[in-house]
Each structure stands twice: as structure tokens, then as C-alpha cells.
């Protein structure tokens, strides 16, 4: 996983990164997931659909990860892959269409760690740098 | 690179940062040196986000009165720092989601019960097996009660009163309840449908995290008077609750903190971080967040009050104790935001106080605490670590006229989780909690080690430090001897 850890003594923040900006936020879900449950024990089996709309890339990446809290608690799943078209530009904005892969929670096999409670805007950053997409959060457990 | 803040230390643990830039006021840090000199540090090693730079953008938002004030267990946050406070103007000043977080109005009820350490020694471990198979806790556990959509709204509207209603719990725990465990202004037309949704299955859960259900023995009694008031006494067997909204409250400060954005851009607010995005309290947005805010306020007071009551019942059914003889000492919130008047250069003002990682604090005589406690003061209760000491404490005179009557919540951390998980091992948390006579269970081992006493800061230090620039006055020294943790 391209996921570099960031030092919050309160939160947890991490940097994800690849070479396109699908696959650093696809990596950025995952890493969310990785806080709460041992994602390689999640069977990508059952499939949720989203669809996002957002001004700015950096708002894109708040709407994706939040979306992925809600519905963990709506559905009722746990995810472990992640599958993102993200098209626009600053003018007329960003959508992203994709999918997350999981299955029904398993209190013993997934192994629950620590609840994530909300994605901030504290150091929210999108970037792309000598062709390296990096997609970075501060989050509160 | 940043600025270098050039702290003077006006009297012993009382640090003024002094205004500069777009600061409105100047900041104060209530902090031993030792916290200083590491809020320095983070400075000077350019860390990613500092504490420090906190207090100072929390300076600069409009309205804002008196000082942007940061508490003995200071570390940073998102927007505001922990252990920040922010009084603002009630018409000129703005609310701010950043200053309240996504866990709205989580806190501490601390329940008493007629037992001592000795009388509950034989049924100790029997207790916390019952608790911890009584007491929903951890990801994904669901609560047992079931409600409609109209149940949600009513619990949201009337926060304990509504459990009360329904036979759960007594009307004596509303009264020490901060409070009265309902927030009067709260509108459940101004929460997300998500957000309720959300919240279906969580009324009554403990959480994870730092959330915790502790037995604790009364070890120490620091001033015989508040205790005698408090009902504390030494030896005295207690239950403390640490959890907050759950996904309701979560869900508030993620659907406002994006319409906070959109209303700061409107009325033209300078937002030093994006985080601090905030609307004027005298507006529409500002008012819809301050009414979701207090659902999840209320909701917050519920989910203490509905564990309290699964406490009660295992406490029965483990010791044969009548539930009735398990008393709520208080129950108080520490991220939230609420008016209040308060003396500013002498004259009465009312403010939005928020208080975010920290609570209520005031001093004797007022009304806000319950009858029985107004002589001596508002009861603070901090939460230390599994391992360690918790507090109760009591608010000042001095307390109100340098914090606007707020103290600290809890020891703060001092290790992220990361590296907290790879110093600890949870088995060996466990191993070394049990050699002081502590005994853990948790959904969670892998959350244990995140949770290590020592990824936290010294709590003695931090109350010390609060006591010692006469901010709160501490009552009584708790000892865990039992800890569920999600």
C-alpha cells in the first residue's frame, strides 16, 4: 500500500499515493479502512456503487472517504478494494463514479480497531508531482 | 517556515501569546513548562500542524473575545487545538463546527454507589464480565433499544428526558446532569436524514477509541467539603462513562462542516484554515448548526444515560445492588458550545463558549450547576488513561475570570496511534494492568495497544498544572480497578 503515516498525536492523518489520482484515492480509502479493520482479511465479494460530485479534487477526496463512512454504517459492510473514475476540471468541477468492494462485518475476523468519526480539512491536500498523485487527510478517531 | 511565537509567562503556568498578524486577541496558555517548551519544539521542527498555531488562528476568527485560551492537556487538533476554548460575541461573533469536532458533546457521567473497595473485591471480576456482555462496545456493536423515525426525533429533541419518560433511568439523574441532559434549542428538522439513519442502531453504544466504562475506587479525597457535597467518599466504589454522539454527532460536523464553507464564503469571514470554516452566530446557517449541534448534544447525554442504565442492571445482577442506589454524580460534556454571560472588563456579556476538549468549570454560585453543588462549585470530571488516575475536580472564581469557567478533560495524548501500536503490544497492556491490580476487557486488543497508558501524557503533571494557576481545585483522585473498552 503507498500510504505514508503521518505524525497526529489526537487523529490519525496519512499521505496515499499513486500514479493517477484514481489510485490515490482508491489507496486513501483503503488506508481509512486499515485504521478501523484488518482490511486483508475483508473478501472484496459484495460490491456498493457511488457516485460523487465536488467542486475541487480536495473537496472530491472529503465527499469519497466520507461517503465510504456513511455507508459502512448504512449497509452494514466493511470494504477492502476500490474502483474510481474521477473526470472535470477546476471550472466545471469533479465527479467520480466507482465502486467499493467488501463484505457483511465480521466482529471477529475483521478485526475491529478504532472507529473513524469524521474526515477534516486540517492539512487536505491533492497534488500531483513528477507524474506521483498524492491524496492527503487528517481524520479523527 | 513559521513564526517563531515569543511566549512570556506572566505568572507561574499562565502563558500569554501576544497578538500579532490578523490576531483579534492575544492567546493564553495555561501549561507547565515542560508542555511549553514541547509546543516550542513542534515549532521549531516545523511540524506538519502544531497546537500552537491553533491558538493562534482560533485568535484571529471574528468576534472573538478575551483571549483564545488553550487548557493544561494542549495538543493539536483539527481547527482547534484539544483543550481549546473560544469565547465569542453572541452578535457579532461567529460559531465554528472545528471548535466543537465531530464527536459533539462527548463527556463523562460519573455514577456512585454505596459500595467500598473491599465490599466488591469477591464480585470484581464477576462485574466487569457482566458490563462488558451488558454494555455495547466496539465497531459495528448495536444498541438494544429499537426506535422509529419519530422515537429518533423525540431523543434528539429531549436528550435523557425522553429515556427518563420511558421508564429508563430517574429524573435524578437529569438533575446532575449538565444541563438537565437536554439542550432547549435543539430542532431535528436541521439534522440530516443520513445522519439519523446513521444513528438507529448506535443509541447506547460505548464506541471505541478512547471511549471507556470504568469501576473505580474513590483512592484519595482532596477536599472533604466538595466531596462530602459530590457524595464521594474514601474507599467508595464508582462507575465512570466516557463516550460522546456516536454517528449522529459525527454526522453533524461532517454535513455542517461543508455548509460552514459555503456560509463563510458568503458573509466574507476571514477562515484562517479551512477548518475553522464558521458562519455569524447571528445567522441562518449559524443558527441551524447550533440547533443540530444541540441534538447531537442531547443525543450524546442519552447515550451516557442509557449505558448508565445497563450499569445499573449488571451491577444488580452481579452484586444484587437495588439500581437505585447507583447515583449520578454528573454528567458533563467536553466538546460542545453554549451560551453563557460571563463578567468581561467588568461588564456582563453573553457569549459562545466553545469548548472543545474541554468542559465547564465555573465557579461557586452558579446557576448552571445543580442546587446541591452551588457552594462549591461546577464538578469537573477528567479521565486519565486505564492505567492511571482519573479526577474529579472543582470549577473557581478564579476559573471564571481567566477561562470563562472552563477546565481540562482528560490527560491528552502524547504518542499518535501509529507509533503508540508499535511501542505497545495490547497483550503486554493487558499483562502489566493486571500486575496493578487492574483488570481489562476490551473488543479490541489491537485498540489497546493504540490506548496504552503510555502513549498518554502524565495526568498528575496536567492536573497539577490546572490547579496550580487556580483554575479548578481538585476533590478527589480516582483509581481504575476494572476497564471495557470497545
Same mark, same amino acid.
Given at each position: 500500500?503507498?500510504?505514508?503515516?503521518?505524525?497526529?498525536?489526537?487523529?490519525? &492523518?496519512?499521505?496515499?499515493?499513486?500514479?493517477?489520482?484514481? *489510485?490515490?484515492?482508491?489507496?486513501?480509502?483503503?488506508?481509512?479502512?486499515?485504521?478501523?479493520?484488518?482490511?486483508?482479511?475483508?473478501? +472484496?465479494?459484495?460490491?456498493?456503487? *457511488?457516485?460523487?460530485?465536488? +467542486?475541487?479534487?480536495?473537496?472530491?477526496?472529503?465527499?469519497?472517504?466520507?461517503?465510504?463512512?456513511?455507508?459502512?454504517?448504512?449497509?452494514?459492510?466493511?470494504?477492502?478494494?476500490?474502483?474510481?473514475?474521477?473526470? &472535470?476540471?477546476?471550472?466545471? &468541477?469533479?465527479?467520480?463514479? &466507482?465502486?467499493?468492494?467488501?463484505?457483511?462485518?465480521?466482529?471477529?475476523?475483521?478485526?475491529?480497531?478504532?472507529?473513524?468519526?469524521?474526515?477534516?480539512?486540517?492539512?487536505? +491536500?491533492?497534488?500531483?508531482?513528477?507524474?506521483?498523485?498524492?491524496?492527503?487527510?487528517?481524520?479523527?478517531? | 517556515?513559521?513564526?517563531?511565537?515569543?511566549?512570556?509567562?506572566?505568572?507561574?503556568?499562565?502563558?500569554?501569546?501576544?497578538?500579532?498578524?490578523?490576531?483579534?486577541?492575544?492567546?493564553? =496558555?495555561?501549561?507547565?513548562?515542560?508542555?511549553?517548551?514541547?509546543?516550542?519544539?513542534?515549532?521549531? !521542527?516545523?511540524?506538519?500542524?502544531?497546537?500552537?498555531?491553533?491558538?493562534?488562528?482560533?485568535?484571529?476568527?471574528?468576534?472573538?473575545?478575551?483571549?483564545?485560551?488553550?487548557?493544561?492537556?494542549?495538543?493539536?487538533?483539527?481547527?482547534?487545538? =484539544?483543550?481549546?476554548?473560544?469565547?465569542?460575541?453572541?452578535?457579532?461573533?461567529?460559531?465554528?463546527?472545528?471548535?466543537?469536532?465531530?464527536?459533539?458533546?462527548?463527556?463523562?457521567?460519573?455514577?456512585?454507589?454505596?459500595?467500598?473497595?473491599?465490599?466488591?473485591?469477591?464480585?470484581?471480576?464477576?462485574?466487569?464480565?457482566?458490563?462488558?456482555?451488558?454494555?455495547?462496545?466496539?465497531?459495528?456493536?448495536?444498541?438494544?433499544?429499537?426506535?422509529?423515525?419519530?422515537?429518533?426525533?423525540?431523543?434528539?429533541?429531549?436528550?435523557?428526558?425522553?429515556?427518563?419518560?420511558?421508564?429508563?433511568?430517574?429524573?435524578?439523574?437529569?438533575?446532575?446532569?449538565?444541563?438537565?441532559?437536554?439542550?432547549?434549542?435543539?430542532?431535528?428538522?436541521?439534522?440530516?436524514?443520513?445522519?439519523?439513519?446513521?444513528?438507529?442502531?448506535?443509541?447506547?453504544?460505548?464506541?471505541?477509541?478512547?471511549?471507556?466504562?470504568?469501576?473505580?475506587?474513590?483512592?484519595? =479525597?482532596?477536599?472533604?467539603?466538595?466531596?462530602?457535597?459530590?457524595?464521594?467518599? @474514601?474507599?467508595?466504589?464508582?462507575?465512570?462513562?466516557?463516550?460522546?454522539?456516536?454517528?449522529?454527532?459525527?454526522?453533524?460536523?461532517?454535513?455542517?462542516?461543508?455548509?460552514?464553507?459555503?456560509?463563510?464564503?458568503?458573509?466574507?469571514?476571514?477562515?484562517?484554515?479551512?477548518?475553522?470554516? !464558521?458562519?455569524?452566530?447571528?445567522?441562518?446557517?449559524?443558527?441551524?448548526?447550533?440547533?443540530?449541534?444541540?441534538?447531537?448534544?442531547?443525543?450524546?447525554?442519552?447515550?451516557?444515560?442509557?449505558?448508565?442504565?445497563?450499569?445499573?442492571?449488571?451491577?444488580?445482577?452481579?452484586?444484587?445492588?437495588?439500581?437505585?442506589?447507583?447515583?449520578?454524580?454528573?454528567?458533563?460534556?467536553? @466538546?460542545?458550545?453554549?451560551?453563557?454571560?460571563?463578567?468581561?472588563?467588568?461588564?456582563?456579556?453573553?457569549?459562545?463558549?466553545?469548548?472543545?476538549?474541554?468542559?465547564?468549570?465555573?465557579?461557586?454560585?452558579?446557576?448552571?450547576?445543580?442546587?446541591?453543588?452551588?457552594?462549591?462549585?461546577?464538578?469537573?470530571?477528567?479521565?486519565?488513561?486505564?492505567?492511571?488516575?482519573?479526577?474529579?475536580?472543582?470549577?473557581?472564581?478564579?476559573?471564571?475570570?481567566?477561562?470563562?469557567?472552563?477546565? =481540562?478533560?482528560?490527560?491528552?495524548?502524547?504518542?499518535?496511534?501509529?507509533?503508540?501500536?508499535?511501542?505497545?503490544?495490547?497483550?503486554?497492556?493487558?499483562?502489566?494492568?493486571?500486575?496493578?491490580?487492574?483488570?481489562?476487557?476490551?473488543?479490541?486488543?489491537?485498540?489497546?495497544?493504540?490506548?496504552?497508558?503510555?502513549?498518554?501524557?502524565?495526568?498528575?503533571?496536567?492536573?497539577?498544572?490546572?490547579?496550580?494557576?487556580?483554575?479548578?481545585?481538585?476533590?478527589?483522585?480516582?483509581?481504575?480497578?476494572?476497564?471495557?473498552?470497545?
Amino acid at each position: 500500500m503507498a500510504i505514508e503515516w503521518l505524525d497526529h498525536t489526537a487523529d490519525a &492523518g496519512f499521505r496515499a499515493s499513486g500514479a493517477s489520482i484514481e *489510485i490515490a484515492f482508491c489507496e486513501a480509502a483503503r488506508a481509512l479502512f486499515s485504521l478501523m479493520f484488518a482490511v486483508e482479511c475483508i473478501d +472484496a465479494r459484495t460490491e456498493f456503487q *457511488i457516485t460523487l460530485n465536488a +467542486a475541487t479534487l480536495e473537496d472530491l477526496l472529503i465527499e469519497w472517504l466520507s461517503e465510504l463512512l456513511v455507508q459502512k454504517d448504512l449497509s452494514g459492510l466493511v470494504f477492502s478494494r476500490f474502483e474510481l473514475v474521477i473526470s &472535470g476540471n477546476e471550472t466545471v &468541477g469533479f465527479s467520480a463514479s &466507482g465502486r467499493a468492494l467488501g463484505e457483511p462485518l465480521d466482529r471477529v475476523r475483521h478485526q475491529p480497531g478504532t472507529e473513524v468519526k469524521g474526515i477534516s480539512y486540517l492539512g487536505l +491536500a491533492v497534488s500531483c508531482q513528477d507524474g506521483i498523485h498524492t491524496a492527503q487527510v487528517v481524520v479523527d478517531v | 517556515m513559521r513564526e517563531r511565537y515569543d511566549l512570556t509567562e506572566r505568572t507561574s503556568g499562565e502563558w500569554l501569546m501576544p497578538k500579532q498578524g490578523n490576531m483579534a486577541v492575544p492567546g493564553m =496558555i495555561f501549561a507547565d513548562r515542560e508542555t511549553i517548551d514541547r509546543l516550542l519544539q513542534d515549532e521549531d !521542527c516545523d511540524a506538519q500542524w502544531s497546537a500552537l498555531s491553533q491558538v493562534r488562528h482560533v485568535a484571529e476568527l471574528p468576534g472573538i473575545v478575551g483571549a483564545s485560551i488553550a487548557l493544561p492537556d494542549i495538543h493539536p487538533g483539527y481547527g482547534f487545538p =484539544i483543550g481549546g476554548v473560544g469565547a465569542f460575541d453572541a452578535n457579532t461573533g461567529v460559531v465554528v463546527v472545528g471548535g466543537v469536532g465531530f464527536d459533539i458533546n462527548c463527556g463523562v457521567r460519573l455514577l456512585s454507589t454505596p459500595l467500598t473497595r473491599s465490599e466488591i473485591a469477591p464480585s470484581l471480576e464477576q462485574l466487569g464480565e457482566t458490563l462488558f456482555r451488558a454494555v455495547p462496545a466496539g465497531l459495528g456493536a448495536e444498541g438494544n433499544l429499537r426506535m422509529s423515525v419519530a422515537d429518533l426525533d423525540d431523543l434528539l429533541r429531549l436528550g435523557s428526558e425522553y429515556l427518563v419518560a420511558r421508564g429508563i433511568g430517574s429524573t435524578q439523574d437529569l438533575e446532575f446532569t449538565e444541563e438537565a441532559g437536554c439542550m432547549s434549542n435543539a430542532d431535528p428538522s436541521c439534522v440530516s436524514d443520513r445522519a439519523k439513519q446513521r444513528q438507529f442502531r448506535q443509541v447506547g453504544t460505548l464506541g471505541s477509541g478512547n471511549h471507556y466504562l470504568e469501576i473505580q475506587v474513590v483512592e484519595t =479525597i482532596l477536599d472533604p467539603q466538595a466531596a462530602e457535597a459530590y457524595g464521594l467518599f @474514601n474507599e467508595q466504589i464508582v462507575l465512570s462513562i466516557h463516550t460522546g454522539s456516536r454517528a449522529l454527532g459525527h454526522q453533524i460536523g461532517q454535513d455542517y462542516l461543508k455548509e460552514m464553507a459555503q456560509a463563510a464564503t458568503k458573509y466574507g469571514l476571514h477562515v484562517p484554515e479551512r477548518e475553522l470554516a !464558521c458562519a455569524p452566530i447571528d445567522s441562518a446557517e449559524g443558527r441551524r448548526y447550533l440547533a443540530a449541534m444541540a441534538c447531537g448534544a442531547n443525543c450524546a447525554f442519552a447515550n451516557r444515560h442509557m449505558i448508565a442504565h445497563l450499569v445499573r442492571s449488571a451491577m444488580q445482577h452481579a452484586t444484587g445492588l437495588d439500581p437505585s442506589n447507583v447515583r449520578t454524580i454528573y454528567d458533563i460534556g467536553h @466538546n460542545n458550545a453554549k451560551f453563557e454571560t460571563h463578567r468581561v472588563n467588568g461588564q456582563l456579556r453573553k457569549l459562545l463558549v466553545h469548548r472543545k476538549g474541554s468542559t465547564r468549570a465555573f465557579g461557586p454560585g452558579r446557576d448552571e450547576a445543580p442546587a446541591a453543588y452551588r457552594a462549591v462549585g461546577h464538578p469537573t470530571l477528567v479521565g486519565g488513561t486505564m492505567g492511571t488516575a482519573s479526577y474529579v475536580l472543582h470549577g473557581t472564581d478564579a476559573g471564571m475570570a481567566k477561562t470563562f469557567g472552563s477546565g =481540562i478533560h482528560g490527560a491528552g495524548r502524547a504518542l499518535s496511534r501509529k507509533k503508540a501500536a508499535k511501542k505497545f503490544w495490547g497483550e503486554t497492556v493487558r499483562t502489566d494492568l493486571l500486575s496493578h491490580g487492574i483488570h481489562l476487557w476490551t473488543h479490541s486488543i489491537r485498540g489497546v495497544a493504540e490506548e496504552a497508558p503510555g502513549a498518554y501524557k502524565d495526568i498528575e503533571r496536567v492536573v497539577q498544572a490546572s490547579c496550580t494557576s487556580g483554575i479548578t481545585q481538585p476533590v478527589a483522585r480516582l483509581r481504575p480497578l476494572a476497564v471495557i473498552k470497545g
